[in-house]
C-alpha cells in the first residue's frame, strides 16, 4: 500500500483526467509505485495499481513490460541502462557493455552480488550525437569509453558508501 502522502499524489494524479479515463494515470502512477515499493514493479504492486486506478491487471502488466524504464525483478541501486540502438552501436556501445560486463562480472539484465550495479540495455535514448551513451538514473552519461565507465562506477561507489 501507499503510503499517506503517495496516495495522495495518485489522487492528484487522477485527477488530471476527465470521469473514466483515469487510465491515463497510468504511468506517473507506476513511476511513484516503482519509487515507492523498492525500485521494481512486482506483480503484486501492478495488480494493487490496476485497483487503484479500476482497471484490469492486465492492462498495467502491458505497459509496464513494454517500457524499459519499468523493473520487473530488484534491481541495484545503480542502474546502468546503456543503449544499444544503431548511432550508438555505430559509436561503440557494444564494447561498452562489454566492458561493464566485465568489469562488474554482470550479464544483461543481472545484479552485481553486493546489490549496487543492475545492467540494463535500452532502446534510444534520444541522445545519439552523444554515443555511446547510457542513463543513470534522471542524468545521461555520454561519449563513453572504458576510462569514463570506471570513473562512473568509483563515483557510484563513492556514494553508496
Known sequence: M???EKLNKVKEIIARYPAGKQKSA???????AQEEFGGWLSAETMDYVASLLQI???EVYEVATFY???????VGKYVFEVCQT?????RGSDNIIDYIKKKLDIGV????KDGLFTLKTVECLGACGYAPMMQLGKHFREH???EKVDAIIEECRVKAN
Open 2 to 4: 501507499f503510503s499517506e
Open 26 to 32: 497510468l504511468i506517473p502512477v507506476l513511476h511513484l
Open 56 to 58: 484490469k491487471p492486465i
Open 68 to 74: 524499459s524504464m519499468f523493473n520487473l525483478k530488484p
Open 86 to 90: 544503431g548511432p550508438c552501436m555505430l
Open 109 to 112: 539484465g543481472e545484479t552485481t
Open 144 to 146: 563513453l569509453t572504458p
